[in-house]
């Protein structure tokens, strides 16, 4: 099997803190981690005027977003939160000047595409870009946290939303984004970055696993 061309990940905050790093104090912690840590990375996120969050709805700075979080949370969910990774290695061929672009948009069209195929209007969301170099010949690994609201709008009233992998919905996810991504691919690649993953001689398992791309440790 080819290796996978993205890899993305689901999870949620709940209502009710239920230890460490859980509930309203838990969401608060990661607002705050991911609104700050790239400053090593980003000399630009050392300026405090420096828009760190791309606001589509929930904010543009950590305690914007951890309120609007409070007034749209559906009974069991505060938040959930997404990761938006493609591959390092077909990033690789896409212009250095326009990569940053081009995973916000991707990560945009995944939003938008997701919710639609699940039947809800479009809820406000807020994301961040992340960088960070991986052990694969020190590639760049672009990728985005996205932070959406635990209930999406109706006419009526706001819905519960509920991923759950038992109805497959991760499965949805991963044909969601793979979608968005090959066609981006197509666009400014061009046929290139296929033929390289039909040319690597070595077979390798497919790596689809968040903690193979993402260590915990």
Known sequence: MSKAIIVVDFAYKGTKRKGHGTGRKGLSSTLKY????????????ENRDYERWQDRGMGLHWRDILKNSDQMQSKHVLAWTWVISPAPDLMALIPEHKRRDF???LTECIVEDYYTERGFDLPEYSYILHDRPTDDEGLQQLHTHVILPGTAPSIAERLPVYNNKEREHDVLFRQVASRHFTKMLDDVVGPEWRRKREEEHEV???????DA???RN
Do not use: G, S, T
């Open 34 to 45: 991911l609104q700050y840590r790239d400053k090593i990375q980003n000399q630009l996120a």
């Open 103 to 105: 995973v916000c948009d």
């Open 204 to 210: 390798k398992p497919e790596v689809d696993d968040f």
């Open 213 to 215: 791309w993402f260590p």
